[in-house]
């Protein structure tokens, strides 16, 4: 099993729609976790920190569970710059830092 | 901006040889980890430094090694260059209190 997993993707995905990825990981002594917004040949950038009672952005939430070693990120009322790839990343105790393999967005006018 | 700068942008080496990537920490951070992106995967996490010393290793061989400097900045050297090796190196940093990285905008390294 991998140690992060998300949904294969792509997403194809109507303007306006409410997008949910999903993440796994496999390590249960994990401490933190963050999703990341990765754009075409560009560096990946932090979109949020994920914590234990959940935390809301504008459009995105993120919520953990850790019984389940679960992750997600919704967004709603999706826009056409919402297009990217979103990372699920998971920071292990001994200062392992994990990456899923990253779902792809299109937003579609 | 986050601050985070890397050099050079691109290269190209030859199967064999060696390479020397930088990367300047933003102000204050004082841990530095080194990524590998393969196309259509997400990062592969190569090793963290923290003040100076090695504080967390991925799954990579010796030949990948790295150095941070007393300023925060770091190198990330690879040995013996295999076509493999061909990926976008990303250098991330964060503050030891934090867990929140920022990334640089990479060196992708093409190998012939």
């Known amino acids: 099993r991998k140690e992060v997993e998300q949904d294969p993707g792509p997403f194809n995905v109507p303007e306006g729609a409410t997008v949910a990825f999903n993440c796994t990981y496999s390590?249960?002594?994990?401490?933190?976790f963050f999703w990341y917004r990765q754009d075409c040949r560009k560096e990946p950038k932090l979109l949020m920190s994920v914590y234990s009672s959940g935390n809301e952005d504008g459009r995105f939430t993120a919520q953990l569970n850790r019984a389940s070693q679960y992750i997600s990120l919704l967004i709603r009322d999706s826009k056409l710059s919402d297009s990217a790839t979103y990372l699920c990343?998971?920071?292990?105790?001994?200062?392992?830092?994990?990456f899923g393999k990253g779902t792809r967005l299109h937003i579609l006018p | 901006e986050t601050g985070v700068t890397q050099s050079p942008t691109h290269l190209i080496k030859t199967r064999g040889q060696q390479v020397t990537l930088r990367c300047s920490s933003q102000?204050?951070?004082?841990?530095v980890s080194w990524y590998q992106q393969a196309l259509g995967q997400g990062p592969q996490f190569i090793f963290q430094?923290?003040?100076?010393?090695?504080?967390g290793r991925g799954n990579f061989p010796p030949r990948f090694s790295g150095l941070q400097f007393p300023n925060y900045s770091s190198e990330l050297n690879v040995n013996a260059l295999e076509l493999d090796d061909s990926a976008l190196y990303l250098c991330a940093t964060r503050d030891g209190t934090r867990n929140e990285q920022f990334f640089g905008p990479g060196t992708r390294l093409t190998v012939l």
């Open positions: 430094y923290y003040r100076e010393e090695e504080n």
């Open positions: 390590n249960s002594a994990s401490q933190s």
């Open positions: 990343v998971v920071n292990n105790r001994d200062d392992k830092i994990i």
């Open positions: 102000s204050g951070h004082n841990t």
